[in-house]
Nanobody, 126 residues
Framework: QEQLKESGGGSVQAGGSLRLSCAGS????????MGWFRQVPGGEREGVAA???????YYADFAKGRFTISKDNAPNIWYLQMNSLKPEDTAVYYC??????WGLGDAWSSHEFRYRGKGTQVTVSS
């Protein structure tokens, strides 16, 4: 059974950094399309960044230049490095993944992944 688990969330001051990790288990292939999303209570899901299994990456405008999505050499472990954090980055961040053949494309932020984790809280104070 495919599962995803996030870690690395926490509380930081504005300008600080955090690195989130997403560990997948039970997946048939060592790499998959995956994405990082965030959500605040009562708010809509927001795409942060995504990565195809061929290494193509996608970023939301607010994430460009501050966040970096990457993959570990180990199977199905991904990261989101977040620098220069702002209070408006406060949210629950979760990862999602699935096997894909063609890649996510420009619609990555609205893609409904088959599997997702429960999320990790990120709180940025001013």
């Amino acid at each position: 059974q495919e599962q995803l688990k996030e870690s690395g969330g926490g509380s930081v001051q504005a300008g600080g950094s955090l690195r989130l990790s997403c560990a997948g288990s039970g997946f048939r292939y060592p790499d998959n399309c995956m994405g990082w999303f965030r959500q605040v209570p009562g708010g809509e899901r927001e795409g942060v960044a995504a990565r195809d299994s061929d290494g193509t990456t996608y970023y939301a405008d607010f994430a460009k230049g501050r966040f970096t999505i990457s993959k570990d050499n180990a199977p199905n472990i991904w990261y989101l490095q977040m620098n220069s954090l702002k209070p408006e980055d406060t949210a629950v961040y979760y990862c999602a993944a699935e096997f894909c053949v063609w890649g996510l494309g420009d619609a990555w932020s609205s893609h409904e992944f088959r599997y997702r984790g429960k999320g990790t809280q990120v709180t940025v104070s001013s």
